[in-house]
């Protein structure tokens, strides 16, 4: 390696250093000399279900990676125009610079339709320059390749998925991935305590030979903070490592608790882990978690929980049809009744039922929701208003911070029963034993809806008739289930 030679990383949903497998490698081969490039999309920005709010998290999680980086001894270098362009006009700029061409352009592979599209494109862009462009495996422990039946194909049921994933997390090569994520433990430690050694000897200033261009980054967190309507948690690598902290406290009764939403039992490590300040590897190395054959206690559980990620990634994947489609074909023919009315309720938290909407009215106010509460609002907008699951994957993507294609997909299309290893569509949630069974004192009902406050918990599992200002039941759930089941049948 010549003394000329350097990388450049693009960061996508990978916003860290701890752990980062194509930056590591980056920093290993060019010893030190990479800097870190993000460019944004404005088609991205364009998406019927961008969210403002999960925008914010994002811009902060890359605020805290451009400091880190500064503080490391590099920089990064943010783009206000998508990948295509703004790669192929920075390679003709550092044509002309003093250093040239990197010698090595790296990224981490994303299993998304579109990144799988693009990522193709920027692969072409970089052999025309004359550039190595390598990819890494590092969103996911187990890739979609590495994980099929005997016959070749990829896994449509959770549970062998599940014993197959960990069969192979325990072979010699996933443990070797394993010992890297537990060095990018150490680091964040480190950075933690600040006492991080330089180990980047490039900038872009020194590569471009002049101050970076203005500050885009900047003008995109002032402009996109007006528009922000909750508060957005601390983003970046050390707001990871203190979830991961608090979360030591409760991991031990996570499977007592999970299921309860006003109990705060969970990690909520889902929005770091949507843009990668955390991974699942990092997650296991963390709390040590060790396989199992049949979940025994809490931690089993709560892993079994991460290798669910994986699983709709590898869906995604192996069948990016899913993105626009039911995973099952023959549900496109449903006959959904997609009532706009009865959506508007919906999405308001009005529809009289107070668990769904006690849930959706904490996924307004703070854009997050409690799994339990998600798989019941979105069972009742299914099967209770028969709209079509489409609909409230897009409101999901519109309001949560952890908004994710594959999870998202993939937790809508098993309500609505249309995905693979569904729930069967004539299991059909009753919203009122729902309530009852995880919310029995209505406490979290009551933290969402205060003008419930003063009606006896009991009563807050049936329809609540002749109330000043919460409305009555939208629609009688007997009947409407047996218009679900009708409509499932027909096909
Ligand atoms: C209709 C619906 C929509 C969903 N949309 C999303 C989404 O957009 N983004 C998202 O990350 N998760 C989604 N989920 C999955 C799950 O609800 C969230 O991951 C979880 O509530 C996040 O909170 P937590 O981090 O405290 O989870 P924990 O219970 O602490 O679990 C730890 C981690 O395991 C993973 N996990 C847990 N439950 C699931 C699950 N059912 N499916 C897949 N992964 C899981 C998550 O990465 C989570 O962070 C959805 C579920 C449903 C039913």
């Known amino acids: 390696m010549s003394k000329q030679d350097y990388g450049i990383h693009w960061f996508r949903r990978d916003l860290r250093v701890a752990g980062n497998n194509a930056l590591r490698s980056q920093l290993q081969e060019c010893e030190g000399r990479v800097v870190g490039v993000f460019c944004f ?8 279900d961008f969210s403002v709010n999960r925008f914010q998290f994002f811009l902060n999680s890359l605020v805290s990676l451009k400091k880190e980086l500064q503080d490391l001894g590099s920089d990064l270098l943010v783009l206000d125009v998508g990948p295509d362009e703004s790669l192929e006009s920075l390679f003709k700029q550092l044509q002309k610079s003093k250093l ?7 990224w981490n592979r994303d299993y998304e339709p579109f990144a799988i599209k693009r990522d193709k494109r920027i692969k072409k862009l970089c052999e025309s320059f004359d550039i190595e462009s390598i990819h890494f495996r590092d969103h996911l422990l187990i890739e979609p390749d590495e994980l099929t039946k005997d016959d070749g194909d990829g896994y449509k049921v959770y549970t062998p998925f599940s014993r197959k994933w960990l069969e192979i997390f325990e072979s010699e090569p996933v443990q070797k991935r394993m010992m890297a994520q537990k060095n990018g433990l150490t680091y964040l430690k480190k950075l933690e305590k600040g006492n991080l050694d330089k180990a980047f000897s490039l900038t872009w200033k020194k590569l471009l030979g002049t101050d970076l261009p203005q500050d885009v980054l900047e003008a995109y967190v002032t402009s996109n903070q007006e528009k922000v309507d909750i508060e957005i948690p601390e983003a970046g690598s050390l707001a990871a490592l203190s979830k991961l902290k608090e979360f030591k406290k409760k991991i031990d009764e996570y499977g007592d608790k999970r299921d309860i939403p006003s109990i705060a039992g969970t990690s909520k490590f889902s929005m770091y882990l949507k843009n990668g300040t955390i ?3 990092q997650i296991i190395a963390y709390f040590q978690l060790t396989p199992y054959k049949k979940k025994k ?5 709560f892993f079994s929980e991460l290798i669910w990620r994986e699983f709709y990634y590898h869906i995604l994947y192996r069948h990016p049809h899913v993105e626009k489609k039911s995973f099952n074909p023959k549900y496109e023919d449903l006959k959904w009744e997609n ?3 009865l959506f508007k309720a919906w999405c308001e938290g009005k529809t009289g039922f107070p668990i769904v909407d006690a849930g959706m009215r904490e996924l307004n106010q703070t854009g997050w929701m409690h799994n339990r ?14 709209i079509d699951w489409r609909w409230g994957e897009q409101y999901f993507m519109e309001k949560l911070l ?20 569904a729930q069967p569509y004539f299991r059909i949630f009753n919203p009122w034993l729902q309530s009852k069974r995880f919310d029995p004192e209505g406490e979290y009902i009551k933290t969402y809806i205060p003008e419930l406050s003063d009606i006896p918990a009991k009563q807050l599992h049936k329809p609540i008739l002749g109330h000043d200002s919460y409305p009555e039941p939208i629609v009688d759930h007997s009947e409407q289930r047996d218009k679900a089941l009708k ?5």
């Open 41 to 48: 999309d404005k088609k991205f920005l364009a998406r019927k």
């Open 100 to 106: 040239g061409l990197p010698t090595r352009f790296s």
């Open 279 to 281: 991974t699942v590897p």
């Open 297 to 301: 206690n809490s931690r089993d559980t």
């Open 339 to 341: 009532d706009k009315k």
């Open 373 to 386: 509460v998600r798989m019941i609002v979105a069972s009742f907008l299914t099967k209770d208003l028969l």
């Open 402 to 421: 952890d908004g994710d294609l594959a999870p998202n997909n993939g937790g809508w299309q098993w309500a609505a029963s249309t995905g693979c290893d």
């Open 487 to 491: 409509l499932y049948k027909e096909l």
